[in-house]
């Protein structure tokens, strides 16, 4: 990196993952942390605001719409006005260095954001799909999970992993709220950064490591998410 010399071929080393996972600070345990916070809060967030999403979508309810817009108005926080308060909560709870504390604090800022998104896609459905179950003999829930849930696969699918990317790169909820059992991945990046320099060899290693399964995660559901980010983007009407 710091070379006077620019060169084309190089000699890639393993050297700097190797120190990552067998040195004293084992990179292991934050890897730990990291999938199951970030799995837990996608995988919650993506459940409940499906659910939400649709009742809103298919409920006829005074000021619904001031409703939805209060939800994704939470979301419109910038982090470090809620820490704060965040942490003073989770403190008196017990919850601070903990992993549900983590997956508490993400769903805070994924939950509203997943309920805006499925509601979106519920309410491009025609209400007569709904009607129609129900007129043959379906509950509201059979109606929601064998007629709506498989046409707004693709909102799922984007939602969960764009609630899945939050999560996974959050440095602010964790580096606040996190402690020696419940750090992630950005916490153990940024403790290569001290007074006496910085390793850069094991920082950008763990900068693959990071951004690897994200690009790994867009891959496998490239299909859905792209359907997902551009359905509704243009309509005939």
């Known amino acids: 990196m710091f070379s006077r010399k620019f060169k084309v071929f190089v000699t890639p080393v393993l050297d700097n993952y190797k120190s990552l996972f067998g040195g004293a600070n084992n990179l292991g345990s934050y890897l730990a942390h990291s999938v199951v916070a970030a799995g837990l809060s996608a995988a919650v967030a993506t459940a409940l605001g499906t659910l939400v999403g649709y009742g809103l979508a298919t409920t006829k309810l005074a000021g619904k719409k001031a409703l939805a817009f209060w939800f994704i108005s939470t979301r419109m926080a910038p982090i470090a006005a809620v820490v704060l308060p965040l942490f003073l909560m ?8 903990s992993i549900t504390g983590l997956v508490l604090a993400y769903l805070s800022f994924n939950l509203p954001f997943a309920i805006w998104i ?4 519920f309410e491009a459905l025609p209400p007569s799909l709904g009607e129609s179950a129900e007129v043959a003999g379906c509950t509201r829930w059979q109606a929601f999970w064998h007629v709506a849930l498989p046409l707004t696969k693709a909102g799922v699918v984007t939602t969960a ?3 899945l990317v939050f999560s996974w790169n959050d440095y602010a909820f964790a580096m ?26 094991q920082l950008t290693a763990i900068g693959t490591i990071v951004v690897v399964p994200m690009i790994a995660a867009g891959i496998a559901v490239r299909r859905w998410l792209v359907s997902g980010l551009t359905l509704g983007a243009v309509t005939g009407e």
Not at 90 to 97: E, K, P, S, T, V
């Open 161 to 163: 992993v764009l609630c």
């Open 118 to 121: 499925m509601n979106a896609f």
């Open 90 to 97: 989770f403190r008196l709870a017990g919850l601070i260095d």
């Open 176 to 201: 606040v709220i996190s402690g020696p059992d419940s750090q992630t991945l950005p916490i153990a990046a940024s403790q290569l950064v001290t007074q006496a320099g910085v390793d850069w060899g």
